[in-house]
């Protein structure tokens, strides 16, 4: 328990009306959207409304030896947010303002707690899009989305969230207060330190400050269904649009078990025995939607696929409906949903969907996958429950199985969800220990207390 | 001197052929392409054919306490490569290989010591180009441009090169060979150590093997030459260029100090009573450049430009030849070009333009003014003469004078030349004390005992 002296620090520095200490109202904090993690309610959650707070916050915590779990909304998918030594609950919601848009210059510069679409809806107006679209586009945090890097729908053409962050205001561990990067597309005064605090899942410092860059909202879009008999055409057509010089918006496929279980649950009339189906969608401006919407078309057929091109934006919304619907369905079958993020090559798409389907045949495990097709960032999600000790026992090898393959096809243990709690443990297998231990002395160097989301990333 | 023990372990470890150590030889090695600098000679230099002989020369490094300055082919522009300390300068041109061309998947792999354009040379064929472009891209090495971050002519469009390096293979300090990253487009495995390395002027770690991004090669290209009356009218077409959507590869300017004496040395009929011209190319497939092309030259005539289109490859060749003759014309005007790269957002282009004229006048310098006018990255070239005390006295007070504007408008000190010796006593001033000291601690945590490039970045 915090002793009463911290809580009145904390009272005294932010107002009663920003320290959380009702029991069932830390509760909420105890978890985030990560299934099979460990939970742990906090001491104390505080929601800070402004950046001297935030600094007293990291005074209190130094003074007293408590550690600070910086928070968005929780949709974290590693155990990121989780309060492992309880301590302090950093909520960044009350930090929610957008400062600026600066169209002429194509950024914004934000708060941590604003979310990512009321972003987008202020910047529409300028015919302006902040393009990293994770699934938790709704209800993430900017913070939150920055500190985990967070991936998407969009990544083979628009990059991911660290493409965008420009410049970030971070209060460090020793309570100072610090800016890097800023407006221009271009600066290279020394080190890149906005990057190391762009998925740094709040390890390095507390976010107070985004500067993200904005781009011209593509014109027109053309959303097209192509579903395949087996796993290799699909995957080959995605190298081979790609190959042709086309890189779509989004290339997202949906194996089998997601395409019944999707069909299923929301009755939009996918094709329940294709192997495979492949959604994409292409945009600019409209001559050039014209063309890579043909060359599409072309290099589907040539693999085997049937297409299908929504014809208009209701037909369109209703193919993302059906991708949306992928991680509910698959989590409705089942009362534990292990959702993974493993990414390979997008050359070596093929050979881990069909990995995948050894795995779920090996330890005897429904396994669902979806994901990213155009990045190689698959998501195999295991449809099992908790209480099951047994099955569980099973889910966790092939988990592992999963990761071990990824490497192998020369990719990566997570494509967008972060280390969190619960992949720490494989970052040895990625960079060895040397290489872990290049980034553990860089979290000692600027949090030599570790104090800022201990547990986390390391193990 | 080089203790006689140490250069015995180096030439047992490279053997003879790799070992320079005659004086004219070392001498070559004793300067970069940065004017103004202090020049040293060191002690020897080695060129190691493969990453087992760089971690030889780090441990002969540590145990003789010599200090290491990585080296490419010495092209940069602000005093990085200079062995301050004598020691071991590491040359890198002996790992010259191209590693792999990966088209599905649209990345290479290069040794550091391969030339940026024999990599867009090598990749060609594909339909493929790497596309940062600093103005060295015919003598600089990959290693060399990944460590300075080198940004160019299409930072606007296409990124500079942080954005195109996926993955690095690194010998730390201790010996150690470290891997980040990798082939996949999402990665967010851990702190993105990938993104340090870069731009980190070779005092983190020896870059021993680099992964880029390749993009599809645009298809057609359209040049234009605006010509104004008026700086201020130029600054505004730049802005009001992107306001409409339209984001040109390359949008590069010249003041008028510039265009006469590029005019002066090259005689290619560049308007001479024009106050700033603004070069402009276009790109992506036909009829995108098209489009694009008339709405420049709309909004160029409505901010009272006149403006000439290339009408074929030879024009287009003209145009660019007459921007890439705007540095070597201003330095054959006299004996020292100080160039510098203070960078602001684009919407500060005009106030910062105005800025250097009166720099100038107050000062009474001979300031030329060209850049990337997109990006917001100018280059005053102050031309002057090192051996004039007196008016090296001025220089210097008018660069300090051009960075303290920078920063007043928003902007930063370095946008594509890094720091090195050159502004390092700047970086204060850009991110405060506190700011400094935190990269500091980066360095101190990956190089306690400072032997790789010391003397650089921070004073």
Redesign the interface.
């Known amino acids: 328990m915090v002793k009463a002296q911290a809580m009145e620090a904390l009272t005294k520095a932010l107002g009663k009306e920003n320290v959380i200490t009702e029991a069932e109202d830390l509760l909420c904090y105890s978890f985030d959207a990560t299934a099979d993690m460990p939970s742990q309610v906090p001491d104390v959650v505080v929601v800070p409304q402004n950046i001297n707070q935030v600094v007293e916050v990291i005074k209190v915590a130094r003074e007293f030896k408590l550690p600070i779990y910086p928070r968005g909304s929780g949709t974290n998918l590693s155990g990121g947010t989780i309060p492992l030594q309880g301590g302090i609950v950093l909520s960044m919601k009350g930090m929610d303002k957008i400062v600026e848009i600066?169209?002429?210059?194509?950024?914004a510069v934000v708060q941590p707690g604003v979310i990512i679409q009321d972003l987008n809806n202020a910047v529409a107006p300028f015919?302006l899009i902040y393009p990293p679209d994770p699934g938790t586009v709704a209800t993430a945090t900017m913070g939150g989305s920055v500190s985990?890097?967070s991936?998407g729908l969009r990544?083979?053409k628009y990059?991911?969230t660290?493409?965008y962050v420009m410049g970030v205001e971070v209060v460090?561990a020793d309570g100072?207060?610090?800016?890097?990067g800023?407006?221009?597309?271009?600066?290279?005064?020394?080190?890149?330190?906005v990057?190391?605090f762009?998925?740094?899942e709040g390890t390095?410092g507390v976010i107070t400050e985004i500067t993200v860059k904005l781009i011209?909202a593509p014109e027109a879009k053309k959303a097209m269904l192509a579903t395949f008999e087996s796993l290799a055409d699909a995957g080959n057509a995605v190298?081979e649009i790609?190959?042709s010089?086309v890189?779509p918006a989004t290339m997202e496929i949906m194996d089998n078990v997601t395409i019944r279980t999707v069909e299923n649950f929301a009755k939009i009339g996918l094709p329940t025995d294709a192997e495979a189906l492949l959604l994409i969608e292409v945009d600019?401006?409209p001559?050039?939607v014209e063309?890579e919407a043909a060359t599409v078309i072309k290099v589907v057929e040539k693999n085997k696929g049937k297409i299908k091109v929504a014809k208009d934006d209701k037909e369109r919304d209703g193919l993302w409906a059906a991708r949306r619907s992928a991680l509910p369905a698959l989590a409705q079958v089942k009362p534990t949903t292990v959702l993974e993020d493993a990414?390979?090559?997008?050359?070596r798409l093929t050979d881990m969907l069909v990995a995948l389907q050894n795995i779920a045949k090996k330890y005897n495990l429904q396994i669902g996958t979806f994901g990213?097709a155009?990045?190689?960032?698959l998501h195999p999600t295991i449809l099992t429950d908790a209480r099951d000790t047994e099955e569980m026992k099973r889910v966790h090898q092939a988990v592992d199985e999963i990761f071990k393959v990824a490497l192998e096809l020369?990719?990566?243990?997570?494509?967008?969800?972060?280390?969190g709690i619960a992949?720490a443990k494989y970052?040895p297998l990625?960079?060895?220990e040397?290489?872990?231990?290049?980034?553990r002395?860089?979290k000692?160097?600027?949090d030599p207390e570790n104090i800022l989301n201990p547990g986390k990333?390391f193990k």
């Open positions: 600066d169209a002429d210059n194509l950024v015919g985990e890097c991936g990544g083979l990059g991911v660290k493409h460090m100072t207060v610090v800016r890097f800023g407006k221009t597309v271009k600066n290279v005064t020394a080190y890149d330190m990057k190391l762009t998925g740094a390095l011209p190298t790609v190959r010089k890189i600019g401006i001559e050039v063309r990414t390979v090559p997008r050359s990213h155009g990045d190689g960032n020369g990719g990566t243990i997570s494509g967008e969800h972060g280390i992949k970052l990625e960079f060895g040397q290489g872990v231990d290049v980034m002395k860089v000692q160097a600027l990333m």
